[in-house]
């Protein structure tokens, strides 16, 4: 169980860091407003974050050429509008703040390519999200979402969007049309469906679906073909699907806190398998064994 909770950190933090770090650019960064002015009126980059700010400083929308701008972890409540007129922004970070909502105007951020607006209050994401035709990360996770719009399927570049920790209870089905979509998180919600849909996803490589209250996984979910990472933790799963033995990029496997007695017989076709962490089930001693000896490079936790 031990092992199991640190690999379960591990992955937590490196999705955050990613989060708050990621940085594409390679020009000088800022930490005041007046100082990028005074400095360089052409800026791209500034940082903001743990400044203690209820609103952007005046004159942030003279900054016309910013691409980067983080204000994590201040005390916005609201969107300031200044924030809409920085039209070649191309990272946001405004995450770890007091906002509710995401306003239809976040479609001015036309050449959006991530947005973190993580570890808010945010009750409602609008439509007009799908306007962002650019965006390949959304980082939504730790807010109060219970609906996600349609249009999301129309942010055709999306490769990570990360829901978790919300009050989500279904996914809207447009999210099949996001065929470059490569990390998907969906732990810690009130799902209790595994939806069709998802098989259709051929470029992902990590689902996490923990938390929930799935009682079973489709055979869709064979469709999985470039799934390394698979994280069904604390659902209320009684058995896997045969179809599970076709994800065969597999590497981490997670179905600890279920109700499972037998994985499929074909468990050991999944050759590329690196961890089964499969604690808190109902394996007996026989078919523990039988699970080992299928899978003799892995490593299995019970």
Not at 23 to 52: G, I, M, W
Not at 167 to 188: D, F, I, N
Request: hydrophobic share 45%; with cysteine; net charge positive.
């Amino acid at each position: 169980m031990k092992k199991c909770l640190i690999l379960s950190v591990l992955v937590a933090t490196m999705y955050t860091a990613r989060a708050q770090h990621a940085n594409p650019l390679e020009a000088p960064v800022y930490y005041a407003v007046q100082d990028a002015l005074a400095k360089d009126a052409a800026a791209t980059q500034l940082n903001l974050r743990d400044q203690s700010l209820f609103s952007v400083p005046s004159d942030l929308a003279r900054l016309t050429n910013l691409r980067f701008l983080n204000v994590m972890r201040n005390h916005f409540e609201t969107w300031d509008e200044d924030i809409f007129a920085l039209s070649r922004l191309e990272v946001l970070n405004i995450r770890n703040n007091k906002l509710r909502a995401v306003p239809p105007d976040i479609a001015s951020l036309s050449k959006l390519v991530k947005l973190d607006a993580a570890a808010n209050s945010i009750i409602v994401i609008p439509e007009e999200i799908g306007r962002l035709q650019d965006l390949r990360f959304l980082h939504l996770s730790l807010n109060a979402l219970t609906s996600i719009p349609a249009s999301i399927g129309e942010c055709r570049e999306l490769e990570v969007l990360e829901l978790a920790h919300n009050q989500l209870s279904h996914v809207p089905a447009t999210l099949r049309e996001l065929k470059h979509l490569k990390q998907l998180q969906l732990g810690y919600n009130q799902l209790n469906e595994f939806d069709p849909a998802w098989g259709r996803f051929k470029s992902l490589e990590q689902l996490n679906l923990e938390y929930n209250y799935l009682q079973r996984l489709t055979p869709d979910v064979k469709g999985l073909r470039q799934l390394k990472t698979l994280i069904l933790t604390h659902n209320k799963l009684a058995s896997l699907p045969d179809e599970i033995t076709a994800l065969t990029s597999l590497e981490l496997l997670v179905l600890s806190d279920n109700k499972l007695e037998y994985l499929p017989k074909e468990i050991g076709k999944l050759k590329k398998l690196k961890t089964l962490i499969a604690v808190n089930n109902r394996f007996g001693p026989s078919e523990q064994g039988r699970i080992r000896k299928a899978l003799p490079g892995c490593e299995v936790y019970f």
